[in-house]
């Protein structure tokens, strides 16, 4: 087959997708990745073969211009998919349809249509049986329709995008047809019909969607297909530097809050100075990742604290005895796979949710942004170090995950699914 991934020019959404890619091109599948031109680098780094469409979208570069956004656009990252925090009974059709009103122009169109044309265009020359695609590339479900291949959602994250679609078309049925307004399927609906192609729901979630976790931290969809993968955690280009390679003396705690505070917001968004004092107080050898710019404001630091500007996770955390993240998936996905205890400071989108769920199963605990304390996160981690639950809890995440076929055993699975389409 030929099999199309499509991101936006997102790096760590990209990055989710590569295990699955290598498995296909290693079953004999022809691959190719299509992204705007700045990601091409980071594609052929991870040594597949990218097709640049369109140009580079200008979400991010905005946020540069106007400063003043960033807070807003933080915010709104999270609206109207903070609706899967609150019971469903109190989610308003409003809420849900005045959110849609606002993330359909200045994020999903902003970073699609960029890129839409070129990728048509590309698709109707190379002709891929399947399309698999980065859950906001919207583009890619157009594309796919527009040559009649198959096209697949891969989840970076829990599926808040189909959670809260579900939602909004379940309330969406029961008005009069003259109230009825879905601005993600009328934006849809034009860029579709300009490339010959009618709208479609599926265009909103793919013919299915490849989920990367467990059972226990999913967030499945009523109406929806989905075929399990086990995540395996890609960092991109990484060195495993000498002093990982011999055990740690004394319980190991890992400190990360990922890159796109730091990358795209202008700084992180807690305190990390107060985070590594409270945390270099306990007896224990503190790995903290911290972004270089962030990195001098932390003064000297104790003999127990070791500050690294990037350690790749999937070697750094196989060796830690806990981890102190922002709720990324990725470094949930990375802990579950380790079978680390963690600690989450969750402020939005999907880390909420993991949050809650990872206290829920017993694998670590979670503390709201604005309840953090110095002292409130150094007596959560000296728990996970010391109550054997804890433990526990991560590791029957862990087998849980372990029991979800890796991508290499996924492969026949995804080929079945796609003869099933393209009959």
């Avoid at 307004?181 to 299915?208: C, I, K, N």
């Avoid at 503390?367 to 639950?389: F, K, Q, S, Y």
Wanted: charged share 25%.
């Amino acid at each position: 087959m030929r099999i199309l991934f499509v991101s936006r020019a997102e790096r760590t959404h990209f990055l989710s997708m590569v295990p699955l890619a290598w498995a296909l091109r290693t079953a004999g599948h022809e691959v190719r990745v299509a992204s705007q031109p700045e990601l091409v680098d980071v594609v052929t780094t991870a040594g597949l073969s990218a097709v640049p469409v369109g140009r580079d979208h200008d979400f991010w570069r905005l946020l540069d211009v106007f400063p003043a956004r960033q807070h807003k656009a933080r915010a709104g990252q999270s609206v109207p998919f903070d609706a899967v925090d609150l019971p469903e009974e109190e989610v308003s059709w409003e809420y849900l349809r005045d959110g849609y009103r606002k993330v359909v122009p200045w994020w999903f169109r902003l970073v699609n249509e960029p890129m839409v044309d070129d990728l048509v265009d590309f698709c109707r020359a190379w002709r891929p049986d399947l399309v698999i695609w980065e859950p906001g590339t919207f583009a890619a479900p157009i594309a796919a329709e527009a040559v009649g291949a198959a096209h697949a959602r891969i989840t970076c994250g829990a599926d808040l995008y189909g959670w809260v679609r579900r939602m909004f078309t379940d309330r969406l049925g029961q008005l009069p047809e003259q109230d009825r307004e879905d601005p993600l399927a009328d934006w849809l609906s034009r860029v579709a019909e300009r490339h010959g192609v009618a709208f479609d729901e599926t265009m909103t979630h793919g013919h299915f969607t490849i989920d990367q976790l467990p059972p226990s931290l999913r967030l499945e969809t009523r109406g929806l297909r989905y075929l399990a993968m086990r995540h395996i955690p890609y960092n991109g280009r990484s060195v495993t530097p000498p002093w990982l390679w011999a055990p740690p003396e004394r319980p190991r705690v890992c400190l990360t809050l990922g890159l796109t505070d730091s990358e795209r917001f202008g700084g992180y968004s807690v305190s990390v100075g107060e985070l590594v004092e409270s945390l270099a107080e306990l007896d224990a050898e503190i790995v903290a990742t911290v972004a270089e710019k962030e990195q001098d404001a932390l003064g000297t630091l104790p003999d127990n604290v070791r500050v690294e500007s990037f350690v790749p996770l999937h070697a750094l955390l196989p060796h830690c005895d806990a981890v102190v993240h922002h709720g990324g998936w990725g470094t949930v996905c990375s802990a579950v796979a380790s079978g680390v205890p963690q600690i989450l400071v969750p402020q939005e989108f999907d880390a909420p949710y993991f949050g809650r769920r990872v206290s829920a199963l017993g694998a670590g605990e979670h503390i709201a942004p604005d309840a953090l304390t110095a002292e409130g996160i150094g007596a959560a981690v000296d728990r996970l170090l010391n109550l054997e639950r804890y433990r526990a809890g991560a590791d029957r995440l862990r087998s849980e995950a372990e029991r979800m076929p890796a991508p290499n055993r996924f492969v026949p699975v995804l080929e079945e699914a796609v003869a099933r389409y393209l009959r």
